[in-house]
């Protein structure tokens, strides 16, 4: 099993920053990827970006060149940082980690931008 806990979630005005964390419950071996997802009010959990074992990552077009994906193995954690935040970045942010062809999936934490 692998539980995961985000953290990092707020309110921010657009143009601000924020970092979020994902903590991973046991062990980072064997956890192939892991992911962040969002969801915004009314729509679709889109994945925001992606962070395979081997180190090459993957961003949502809507992201690219803003947000950071990585990962920290030996603090057994998960990150994103988000910069240059646009109102539209608001939902709820989802952590994910893939084990053994299995998803685990965080709680979430809720990010607001503000105008």
């Known amino acids: 099993q692998v539980q995961l806990v985000e953290s990092g979630g707020g309110l921010v005005q657009a143009g601000g920053s924020l970092r979020l964390s994902c903590a991973v419950s046991?062990?980072?071996?064997?956890?192939?990827?892991m992911g962040w997802y969002r969801q915004a009010p009314g729509k679709q959990r889109e994945l925001v970006a992606a962070?395979?074992?081997?180190?090459?990552?993957t961003y949502a077009n809507s992201v690219k060149g803003r947000f950071t994906i990585s990962r920290d193995n030996a603090k057994n954690a998960g990150y994103l940082q988000m910069n240059s935040l646009k109102l539209e970045d608001t939902g709820v942010y989802y952590c994910?980690?893939?084990?053994?062809?299995?998803?685990?999936w965080g709680q979430g934490t809720q990010v607001t931008v503000s105008s």
């Open positions: 962070i395979s074992t081997g180190g090459p990552t």
């Open positions: 994910t980690a893939v084990r053994d062809y299995q998803t685990y």
């Open positions: 046991g062990s980072m071996f064997n956890i192939n990827a």
